[in-house]
């Protein structure tokens, strides 16, 4: 993908946001979709340790009543102008491509860290429920790149993101509303002096199909 260039300035009126502030959290929504949508929950697990951090399952987007179309995502990942000072920052956005509207934004920062912005009413794992069994993963998944473009990963990445549906396969809400589509999106937040303990595997798990 090549990366959209704008100035600086342009990027703070876009994506800039308090950093000092906590977003608000709220109570999962673990009722079924309604049959007209689907629902998109996104979930955020630690890169190395695999450990199921926070989610978001307060997302409907129109079901497409097939179980064999993809994700409908369109990506941008934004970089800022060459002439910007040391500091500045990216930013990666997913949209959903037939409605337009956000399901992911969050920015990069050169020596780090960058933040979620979208969603901002992430909870954590200790608000959700879990099951003694697993819920297999669907039969539909795709993977983007640290860009947001589709790719092929190579078996050992492949073999990371298992693990790392592995950390939220048995929560409750994917037994009763099984997912029928997943995305897989490695979130490195900073460029230049990165730490993998700050990356994050962000899931997107689609149920109602």
């Given at each position: 993908m090549r990366c959209i260039i704008i100035?600086?300035?342009?990027?703070?009126?876009?994506?800039?946001?308090?950093?000092?502030?906590?977003?608000?959290?709220?109570e999962p929504d673990d009722s079924e979709p309604e049959t007209s949508q689907m629902n998109l929950s996104i979930f955020v697990v630690g890169y190395e340790?695999?450990?199921?951090?926070?989610a978001d399952t307060s997302q409907?987007?129109?079901?497409d009543g097939s179980t064999h179309s993809g994700l409908h995502f369109q990506s941008y990942y934004v970089c800022p102008d060459e002439q910007d000072p040391p500091g500045?920052?990216?930013t990666i956005t997913f949209e959903n491509s037939d409605l337009?509207?956000?399901v992911f934004h969050a920015s990069i920062y050169w020596m780090g860290p960058g933040r979620i912005y979208h969603p901002d009413n992430f909870f954590d794992q200790d608000s959700l429920t879990f099951e003694d069994t697993e819920v297999p993963m669907p039969g539909i998944v795709e993977y983007f790149d640290y860009n947001g473009e589709h790719y092929i990963p190579d078996s050992e990445t492949i073999s990371r993101m298992e693990h790392a549906w592995n950390a939220i396969d048995n929560l409750t809400i994917l037994h009763e509303s099984e997912p029928c589509k997943l995305g897989f999106y490695l979130y490195k937040n900073s460029i230049g002096l990165s730490?993998?303990?700050?990356?994050?595997?962000?899931l997107f798990v689609f149920r109602g199909c």
């Open positions: 100035p600086l300035v342009a990027l703070f009126l876009i994506s800039c946001g308090d950093d000092s502030s906590s977003p608000e959290t709220s340790m695999y450990s199921f951090l926070e409907s987007i129109p079901a500045s920052y990216w337009g509207d956000t730490d993998p303990a700050d990356w994050r595997w962000v």
